[in-house]
């Protein structure tokens, strides 16, 4: 039997496309924001940088490192802004079977790596109202 994991998400995180990571902080460090960690993850092609916002929650600037990112796609495509929003879910692997058993589409690999350490999955925004919605477990 599975569990409904999706009940109760919390938000993780909130995905913003930059140009410079480093021109990108300044309007977040000027409302006193402060940058906790920044890495590169070669997987999506991305280094980012977070910056806590609250209990458990952060904004995520998220900045291509070559071309073929798909952050630099977006960017070309829409300009730097709001990308994605994460939400921590108990158990990745459960939530991912549940939501495909109600129909759900996933973008690319669910689950793949993400930053911090963690497994995360992309909801296909299609799937979603548009907004592209990433799960992870969290940062252990
Ligand atoms: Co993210």
């Given at each position: 039997?599975?569990?409904?994991p999706?009940?109760?998400?919390?938000?993780?995180h909130?995905?913003?496309?930059?140009?410079?990571?480093?021109?990108?902080?300044?309007?977040?460090?000027a409302?006193g924001l402060?940058?906790?960690?920044e890495?590169t993850?070669a997987?999506?092609?991305?280094r980012?940088?977070f910056?806590?916002?609250g209990?458990?929650?952060?904004i995520?600037?998220?900045?291509?490192t070559?071309?073929?990112s798909?952050i630099?796609?977006?960017l070309?495509?829409?300009?730097?802004?709001?990308?994605?929003?994460?939400f921590?879910v108990a158990?990745?692997?459960?939530?991912?079977?549940?939501l495909r058993?109600r129909?759900?589409?996933f973008?690319?690999?669910?689950?793949r790596?993400g930053?911090g350490?963690?497994?995360?999955?992309?909801l296909h925004?299609?799937a979603m109202?548009g907004?592209?919605?990433e799960?992870?477990t969290?940062h252990?």
């Open positions: 039997m599975h569990p409904a999706p009940a109760g998400s919390t938000l993780d909130i995905g913003i496309a930059v140009p410079d990571l480093e021109a990108a902080l300044a309007p977040w460090t409302l402060v940058k906790a960690a890495e993850v997987s999506e092609k991305v980012v940088a910056l806590p916002i209990p458990g929650a952060a995520e600037l998220l900045c291509p070559e071309p073929a798909p630099r796609a977006f070309d495509k829409r300009g730097p802004g709001v990308h994605h929003l994460c921590k158990d990745l692997d459960a939530a991912i079977a549940e058993g129909g759900y589409q973008a690319g690999d669910a689950p790596p930053a350490g963690c497994r995360v999955a992309f925004p299609k109202g907004v592209l919605v799960l992870t969290g252990a």
